[in-house]
């Protein structure tokens, strides 16, 4: 065997690898914040009466679901330049990923959407609210209770798709970790510590969605 | 873009060989890295829910650590770290036992789930008639189990077929791989790309509509 654990040339590396962690989760909000808007849109016509409608959401929901995301990611990366789509590693990263959530997070949303009780748009309409407003006060509110389980799960896992962003050299926390690991060959020390990294932002995460979730749960 | 559909056909023409081959090593992959993530899985599973507590706490740990690392990450320390040690794996070995690993632990909590949910009665029941636990588990639990299990199950293999896509980025020549280097050779970025992605999407469709029949299949009709 002869592998002596040596942990200096990681911890020398430490500062890289906090701001590749900055640049992951910044990847994360952003993508996740516009994915949010997408998945509302589509989530609305996934549940909306008009049949076409309906269906290019669907098509849209299952193209994306069914794709790797890293052929997504290398297609908008590599391919689109040549239709004139050129964007910058970190651009097209962040709308690949928000096109990639959008997909995942307008199922979390129509879930939650089915969930509200008809009663209470019947409700909404018997006290004269227009078709907006009850979607706006009755619907997206109640809606966003119900998939707080759910919408933290999805969270989650696109911030662990963040990691992906290395296979086109955008310098987040795998980039780094590759870094430190081909400069000092201090293999297993870089890869327990960046898993160790990845696994504790997800505790925090999944932490602060639980404490969401608590502060918003009807009191009982 | 400065080639025609026909040119597009030509070269696809000349590259089916490679592509061919690659969506065989895809499967080849998903295929080992599923069943040997769920063997592996089904023992977590049956640790997390009725092992004893330091096994328990075990299998809690080793579920929770990789549900919480990126499968790219996975993919990567799979393959550099057996070296280091001095255990030698091909990238392809190497990459099919992080699939695995990150298989079993989605298979894994997916057993738990299924078998937590089943009425303690049905295992006292068992007991008062004299099963060892082997016995309860296969003429019991597995068969309840089973109806829950396979639906979650089949969304896994979908989920490893693309997680295999990563495998790409240790040099294993799948289905991704050969198309980049088809790519490097003509330069048709587009095309290329889109083939592989509409093959991806293609076999997770599949499995998609298989999953939603075993779905129908399982649910007890009310």
Redesign the interface.
Known sequence: ???TLNFAAVWRSFMPLLEGLGLSLMLAVESIAIGMLIGLVVSFALTSKLGLLRRTAGLYV??I????????V??TY??????GVQLDEIPSFVATLAIYSGAYLAEVFRAGLLSVPVGLREAGQTIGLSKMQIRTSIILPLMFRNVLPALGNTVISLF?????A??IAVPEL?FQ??KI?VES?R??ET?VV??LI??????VLAAVFRRIERQLSIPR | ?DFTFSEFIQQFWIARGPIASGLGVTLAIAASAIILGTVLGVGVGLALAYGARPIRWLARAYT??L????????V??GY??P????IGLSPLQAGVVALAVFCSSHVGEIVRGALQAIPKGQIDAAKAIGLTFGQTFTSVLMPLALRQVLPAWVNTA?EI??????L??IGVGDL?LAS?EI?ARNFM??PF??L??FL??SI??AI?RFGRFVERKTTIPS
């Open positions: 065997m002869g592998y299952t193209v679901r069914n794709t790797p995301i890293l052929v997504l290398l297609f590599f391919a689109l330049p040549n239709v662990k798709d963040t990691s992906l290395a296979v795998t970790a590759r690991n060959f293999v297993i890869w960046v898993s990845y696994v504790c932002t997800c505790a | 873009m929770d650590f549900r919480g690392t990126p499968v790219l990450v996975l990567l320390a550099y770290v070296s280091a040690i001095g979908a077929v693309k997680a295999s896509t990563l790409s980025v991704l980049q790519i970025n587009l790309y889109f592989a992605g991806y999407f997770n469709y998609e």
